[in-house]
């Protein structure tokens, strides 16, 4: 009798826990606004912002992060676009003038940089045809290559001007930026760049100089131990790399370096200090 008693309650709770995971995988990916009812008073708050998950990323890849900066900061998630596997692209929500906060997520999980930079394209036309003149770019891990591709491949087609990109663990100088290699590519780096550069430091590298200018960068990456100079999946070297694919055409760039057990590669978009460093890099708060 007891036994029965005990697998009911399991039974129970393995229910309402999936009730429960349920309901929050559907919120993390709707709108969800601050309620704060505030005007963009300067040009800063004004500008709205996309996020652009890693390989094979979904609706949690940075729906925590959404949620804690409509919370803290009083930033607005307003908008969720969802990109299916044709490129055809679904909205939920719409636009707020205040810190506004744009999901960006895609349908095919295979999908790589060029396809997704294309589909890019027809999301920022898509913005241009509502008013938008100006945004900023957040991605992680392969998210940052695609918004490098985009910069560099479609730069003279972009009908906005993009002014902050923020980059978390970019894998600038790997050489596949869709699968883990058995070892965490560590290639040295000195003052010219990489000792050894990657096809995919190679490929970014061509069209470097035709970026537009102005463009801020902030790139962040992570470092589990001080014998451990990687996140688990990017070293240092490799997202670091970045700097020197933009050095050629001067622009503004900085690089943060977050350490301990939450600076793993599935965590930094989980933690509190790169929120800070988000909302001060792109707000100025």
């Known amino acids: 009798m007891f036994g029965i008693v005990i697998l009911t309650l399991m039974g129970i709770i393995l229910v309402v826990g999936s009730v429960l995971l349920a309901k929050t995988f559907i919120l993390i990916g709707r709108p969800i606004n601050s309620h704060v009812d505030q005007q963009a008073i300067n040009q800063i708050d004004a ?3 996309l996020f652009l998950p890693g390989y094979f990323g979904n609706r949690f890849s940075f729906g925590f992060l959404l949620r804690r ?5 009083g930033a607005n998630k307003s908008l969720v676009i969802i990109v299916d596997r044709h490129g055809k692209l679904r909205l939920i929500g719409d636009f707020v003038d205040y810190r506004c906060l744009i999901q960006v997520i895609f349908q095919d999980k295979r ?3 060029k396809q997704q930079a294309e ?5 920022c036309d898509l913005l241009a045809n509502r008013g938008v003149s100006t945004i900023n770019f957040v991605g992680h891990s392969m998210g940052c290559i695609t918004i490098f591709w985009f910069l560099t491949h479609h730069q003279h087609d972009i009908p906005v001007k ?3 990109v923020i980059t978390i663990a970019g894998p600038f100088n790997d050489s596949e930026i869709a699968k883990n290699t058995r070892d965490v590519e560590d290639y040295p780096i000195d003052s010219t760049g990489p000792q050894q550069k990657t096809a995919v430091y190679r ?3 061509k069209k470097v100089t035709a970026m537009p200018r102005g463009i801020k960068f902030l790139n962040i990456a992570g470092t589990i131990s001080s014998s451990q100079q990687n996140d688990g999946q990017v070293s240092l070297t490799s997202a670091f790399s970045l700097r ?4 050629d055409p001067i622009i503004y ?3 943060l370096v977050i350490r301990g057990s939450r600076a793993t590669h599935r965590l930094l978009h989980e933690n509190r200090v790169v929120d800070a460093h988000i909302a001060k890099f792109i707000w100025n708060v």
Do not use: D
């Open 111 to 113: 999908s790589r940089p």
């Open 47 to 49: 500008v709205p912002t």
């Open 244 to 247: 020197y694919l933009l050095r």
């Open 69 to 73: 900066l409509v919370k803290k900061y």
């Open 162 to 164: 993009v002014n902050r």
């Open 203 to 205: 490929a970014l590298a």
């Open 253 to 255: 760039y900085r690089e």
């Open 119 to 123: 589909w890019l394209m027809r999301i």
